[in-house]
């Protein structure tokens, strides 16, 4: 049995990498991420004032 030649190698490895990009394009743009929950950090009492440290609860 006689080994490949190197285009050949080549030109499989380029297609290999050419059809796994264009499956994970695919697929994500298929099924977009859906955006994350809104997180309890994220509520409308930490764009207003915020904790700092050393600051009382009662004071906020």
């Known amino acids: ?4 030649p190197d285009r050949v190698v080549i030109l499989g490895l380029l297609i290999t990498l050419g059809v796994c990009f264009a499956l994970v394009f ?5 099924n977009p991420r859906p955006e994350p929950q809104l ?3 994220e509520g409308p009492s930490a764009q207003v ?3 700092q440290p050393g ?3 009662a004071l906020l």
């Open 26 to 30: 695919w697929s994500v743009k298929l």
């Open 39 to 41: 997180q309890w950090r």
């Open 49 to 51: 004032g915020g904790w």
């Open 1 to 4: 049995m006689s080994p490949l």
């Open 55 to 57: 600051a009382s609860p």
